[in-house]
């Protein structure tokens, strides 16, 4: 059983950047893949980005090019940047590990605590 620790939230303005951070108590390595999911109130659970283990990503269209997900396989740690925030971002950030497959991701269902996220406007 794998731990997933995130942390890095906060309140930030519009136009702000965070960096979300995803620790875990195993190695990353053994999960073909690692995502970043949120969690907006009253909405369903969203996949926002995914990253393989040969560093291939993918995003949400709503985020790409302004986050990036990242992995530190020494560090068995995961990152999400996010850069020009909008109010539509906030949510709460989950951290998530599984695999990737045909060139979509699924989950393994190991799931951190999450991290609030809050863009004020």
């Not at 539509?88 to 989950?107: K, L, Q």
């Amino acid at each position: 059983q794998v731990q997933l620790v995130e942390s890095g939230g906060g309140l930030v303005q519009a136009g702000g950047s965070l960096r979300l951070s995803c620790g875990t108590s195993g190695s990353i390595s053994s999960f073909n893949a690692m995502a970043w999911y949120r969690q907006a109130p009253g909405k369903q659970r969203e996949l926002v980005a995914s990253i393989t283990s040969g560093g291939n990503t993918n995003y949400k269209e709503s985020v790409e090019g302004r986050f990036t997900i990242s992995r530190d396989n020494a560090r068995n740690t995961v990152y999400l940047q996010m850069n020009s925030l909008k109010p539509e971002d906030t949510a709460v950030y989950y951290c998530n590990a599984g695999y990737s497959s045909g060139g979509r991701y699924y989950s393994r269902g190991f799931w951190g605590q999450g991290t609030q996220v809050t863009v004020s406007s």
